[in-house]
């Protein structure tokens, strides 16, 4: 079962270049989610589409953009990659039809910026 | 402002022992409440989950309590075993059900479970 796949799993980028994390979800799940984990923190919630077709902001949306392709994919742009956005980046995804449901998680995406 | 808080960044525990990790919150909107386990390089794996309507839930060597005057929350594992060593996140979200919102995490508590 593959349930969140995220790619790429590292990258190194310069100060200024651009990047788009992927992420997909095979549990026809309704809603999808990116946080960013930064050492010694918890996630925090940068942006999350509750269906296809519309998203909003969360905790830290500053410096990033999301599309929600379908209802399996939804990613995530650095337009001009910063240093303080080397972070490792969890996609995660999770089911609203069916009452409570924990989100379920991809095993993330390392980036560095130099 | 921290709205989750596990304020033990790390727990050393014997095997077969009981694990207690805690976890605060301040946003009294929290009425969902998840504990997740983290090993290095991998994404988080959800554990256990209760809602504000109960105080107690329990799933196999797991069980979490909540507080709801107190807004605390902890997670008990008994017996301890080794393979338990990972860092746990105690999460909130302020609307279940219908809700879409994304969860407000703690730090984490680094379990290490010593033989």
């Known amino acids: 079962n593959a349930g969140v796949t995220q790619t790429p799993k590292f990258q190194v980028l310069k100060t200024g270049q651009s990047m788009t994390l992927q992420c997909a979800q095979d549990m026809n799940h309704n809603s999808m989610y990116w946080y960013r984990q930064d050492p010694g923190m918890g996630l925090r919630l940068i942006y999350y589409s509750a269906s296809e077709g519309t998203t909003d902001k969360g905790e830290v949306p500053n410096g990033y953009n999301v599309s929600r392709l379908n209802k399996r994919e939804f990613s995530l742009r650095l337009e001009s990659a910063a240093p303080s956005q080397t972070s490792v980046y969890f996609c995660?995804?999770?089911?609203?039809?069916?009452?409570?449901?924990?989100?379920?998680f991809g095993d993330g995406t390392r980036l560095s910026i130099l | 402002d921290q709205q989750v808080k596990q304020n033990s960044p790390s727990l050393s525990v014997q095997e077969g022992r009981i694990s207690i990790l805690n976890c605060d919150y301040t946003?009294?909107?929290?009425?969902?409440f998840l504990w997740y386990k983290k090993y290095p390089a991998e994404g988080p794996t959800f554990l256990i989950s209760?809602?504000?309507?109960?105080d107690k839930n329990e799933d196999g060597r797991f069980t979490v309590f909540l507080n709801k005057s107190a807004k605390h929350l902890s997670l008990h594992i008994v017996p301890s075993q080794p393979g338990d060593s990972a860092v746990y996140f105690c999460?909130?979200?302020?609307?279940?059900?219908?809700?879409?919102?994304?969860?407000?995490f703690g730090k984490g508590t680094h379990l290490i479970i010593q033989p």
């Open positions: 999460a909130a979200s302020a609307r279940s059900g219908g809700g879409a919102d994304g969860l407000t």
């Open positions: 946003n009294s909107m929290f009425d969902y």
């Open positions: 209760i809602s504000s309507i109960k």
């Open positions: 995660a995804s999770r089911d609203l039809t069916s009452g409570n449901q924990p989100q379920h």
